[in-house]
T-cell receptor, first 113, second 114 residues
């Protein structure tokens, strides 16, 4: 699975959009981009995933660049409860490979009042 | 509430003790996972069970012994642990095995080995 690079930490004001970048320059054609988050003292929580098209759900939007070498997770209106560690993971999801979630250090997002 | 429960939530044990961690999922999933999260280290996948069969063992020491009696229950039996085994142990489940399937995590068991 391709490696990802994320900033160690980011801050965001409550009510503003939080844009979390992820670099995955070695991603291959059959690898998806997944985002999970982990709120303090809880297990990780799935947010969203995508292959090459932009995706949106009730939690967030995922913007993947055309060359697929980077992506951005957008929380449109961050709240204090969005303070967490956000993990960007690249993994195969199909064919003969099951794919594993390999968690890195992630980005610590702190939302301020 | 994710539909995945873990007991106990906290456990303190000596190096000579034997204890077990329990995980139960109420989601009808076929795959279950054990992860370890040590302080300041990323989550590490330990074991994967798919349809009650172990499909992954990431070079975990034999002092950790998993058991999956059915698709809803997963145990991690612990014996003669070391202080460096102190960590948060997380259980997860997914519809089937593979990263394409969203994983649902339990709240974890905070283990301290003295």
């Amino acid at each position: 699975d391709a490696k990802t690079t994320q900033p160690t930490s980011m801050d965001c004001a409550e009510g503003r959009a939080a844009n979390l970048p992820c670099n995955h320059s070695t991603i291959s054609g059959n690898e998806y981009v997944y985002w999970y988050r982990q709120i303090h003292s809880q297990g990780p929580q799935y947010i969203i995933h995508g292959l090459k098209n932009n995706e949106t759900n009730e939690m967030a939007s995922l913007i993947i660049t055309e060359d697929r070498k980077s992506s951005t997770l957008i929380l449109p209106h961050a709240t204090l409860r969005d303070t967490a560690v956000y993990y960007c993971i690249v993994s195969v999801a199909g064919g003969t490979s099951y794919g594993k979630l390999t968690f890195g250090q992630g980005t610590i997002l702190t939302v301020h009042p | 509430e994710t539909g995945v429960t873990q007991t106990p939530r906290h456990l303190v044990m000596g190096m000579t003790n034997k204890k077990s961690l329990k995980c139960e999922q109420h989601l009808g999933h076929n795959a279950m996972y054990w992860y370890k999260q040590s302080a300041k280290k990323p989550l590490e996948l330990m074991f994967v069970y798919n349809f009650k069969e172990q499909t992954e063992n990431n070079s975990v020491p034999s002092r950790f012994s998993p058991e999956c009696p059915n698709s809803s229950h997963l145990f991690l039996h612990l014996h003669t642990l070391q202080p460096e085994d102190s960590a948060l142990y997380l259980c997860a489940s997914s519809q089937d095995y593979g990263s394409r399937y969203e994983q649902y995590f339990g709240p974890g068991t905070r283990l301290t080995v003295t």
